[in-house]
T-cell receptor, first 114, second 114 residues
């Protein structure tokens, strides 16, 4: 497969533990945020999103937390599995803005220890 | 339903050559966006097409161009290739509007310029 980024921050987690991936966003006017997962050799895949009128949103095994005061997002993955190995990155934009307005973060590589 | 497909998956060219990459969106999707992904810059927006019309263009030189056909398939072209054009080129399709509808990414075309 392909390596998306060779110099990304890496988070190593024991299988079964919870993972927390952090993201600092840049634009205080952004009010819509998305987390993507990118596995080796594949394109980014939508995981979960959150609007700025919320501070927490839960999906299946994933939770996104938003702290607008410090412009910080986190993605929590519960009971991390080998299939969670990937690069995760956040994106910021505004609702109903086009693709041209999306700002993508550089990503964090999550690796799972057996 | 088949996902977004991109061809070719890998391409090696030399400086000065030109290249054409192809993207077939999910059936029924009418919006196609293109991105360049590099380790240093992350994902950067190139352009977006809808109904054969370019809706938005990112901050790339005129050597980068694209088009969309009546069946929503899209191509992008890079002329006079430079070493810095080496990257993973991703396309994403959405139903009508990349700002309103979820984007689905293809696996990308890995371009290497020697």
């Amino acid at each position: 497969g392909e390596s998306v980024g060779l110099h990304l921050p890496t988070l190593s987690v024991q299988e079964g533990d919870n993972s927390i991936i952090n993201c600092a966003y840049s634009n205080s006017a952004s009010d819509y945020f998305i987390w993507y997962k990118q596995e080796s050799g594949k394109g980014p895949q939508f995981i979960i999103d959150i609007r700025s009128n919320m501070d927490k949103r839960q999906g299946q095994r994933v939770t996104v937390l938003l702290n607008k005061t410090v412009k910080h997002l986190s993605l929590q993955i519960a009971a991390t599995q080998p299939g969670d190995s990937a690069v995760y990155f956040c994106a910021e934009t505004s609702p109903y803005s086009s693709a041209s307005k999306i700002i993508f973060g550089s990503g964090t590589r999550l690796s799972i220890r057996p | 339903k088949a996902g977004v497909t991109q061809t070719p998956r890998y391409l090696i060219k030399t400086r000065g050559q030109q290249v054409t990459l192809s993207c077939s969106p999910i059936s029924g999707h009418r919006s196609v966006s293109w991105y360049q992904q590099t380790p240093g810059q992350g994902l950067q927006f190139l352009f977006e097409y809808f109904s054969e019309t370019q809706r938005n263009k990112g901050n790339f030189p005129g050597r980068f161009s694209g088009r969309q056909f009546s069946n929503s398939r899209s191509e992008m072209n890079v002329s006079t290739l430079e070493l810095g054009d080496s990257a993973l080129y991703l396309c994403a399709s959405s139903l009508y509007d990349s700002g309103r509808d979820e984007q689905f990414f293809g696996p990308g075309t890995r371009l290497t310029v020697l």
